[in-house]
């Protein structure tokens, strides 16, 4: 039982890596920046923590599900069909998008923020390496529940759950990354998620993929541009990595849209 744990964390976190390794190597060869930090020392160290921490919990819950049946997941397409099948793309991506949200809220409530958060906040501006450069507490709240929660909401075809979130690792590494493109009506951008690192603490655009969250809970921000945009390299002024991250450089505008 415990070694076929060991086992499953160690093939499923070898394989985290290498994508991890493929799509960031891969998005910071055409989109990224000169930062000041070490990338190496800060953002890719907290991605091989958040993934070497993660593996194991997610195949922990994986094993669970399959002895004990927790969760609604099923392994043939043809037991709810091919158009159920097509519906829950978009549908596990929206779910997956709402738990992010609530999480990464409770993310910047102060106390967790300044114990946790700030770490991934550091990462200004970021870079495609800062995709999953989270501490394991956030990998719980950022990396495990979006993941698992919809598992008990709708069904999903468990194989099309494992390649949704190759996908989203890969978004992950997008959206940090200085691709220049400002996002449509339904999709959030890199942009978007760029400005949400010129902020610390109080913040908006907040969810990952879909826009509808950041609408509904009125945080969308596209009225402001991130003082990096654009530009090849940046450097903040003043420390980064360790203090809390609350930017005196750039002022949020509060206005309502
Ligand atoms: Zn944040």
Redesign the pocket.
């Known amino acids: 039982m415990i070694s076929t744990w060991l086992l499953r964390s160690a093939i499923s976190g070898a394989f985290a890596i290498v994508l991890y390794l493929v799509s960031a190597g891969v998005v910071a060869r055409f989109w990224s920046r000169g930062v000041a930090r070490s990338v190496v020392k800060h953002d890719f160290k907290l991605g091989i923590i958040s993934l070497v921490f993660g593996s194991p919990v997610i195949q922990g819950f994986a094993m669970t599900s399959e002895r004990y049946g927790i969760g609604r997941m099923y392994n043939d397409v043809a037991e709810r069909g091919w158009l159920y099948w097509v519906i829950s793309l978009p549908l596990y991506i929206l779910c997956w998008d709402a738990v992010f949200y609530v999480t ?1 809220l409770v ?2 409530i102060p106390y967790v ?1 300044r114990k946790s ?1 700030f770490r ?2 550091s990462c200004r501006p970021p870079v495609p390496w800062s995709g999953i450069a989270i501490d394991p507490f956030e990998t719980i709240l950022s990396g495990i529940l979006p993941y698992t929660v919809p598992l008990f909401i709708f069904p999903f075809h468990l194989t099309t759950v494992y390649a949704l979130n190759i996908l989203l690792m890969v978004w992950a590494t997008l959206v940090h990354s200085s691709f220049n493109w400002s996002g449509n009506a339904i999709m959030l951008s890199p942009q978007d998620h760029n400005l ?2 010129a ?1 610390g603490l109080k ?1 908006s655009n ?1 969810a990952a993929v879909f826009t509808f969250w950041d609408r509904l809970g009125n945080t969308l921000n596209r009225r402001q541009t991130p003082p990096w945009w654009g530009k090849d390299s940046w450097t903040p002024r003043g420390a980064v990595s360790a203090a809390p991250a609350t930017d005196e450089t750039f002022v949020p505008d509060t206005s309502k849209p």
């Open positions: 990464h993310l910047h923020y958060h991934h906040h949400h690192h902020f913040n907040f």
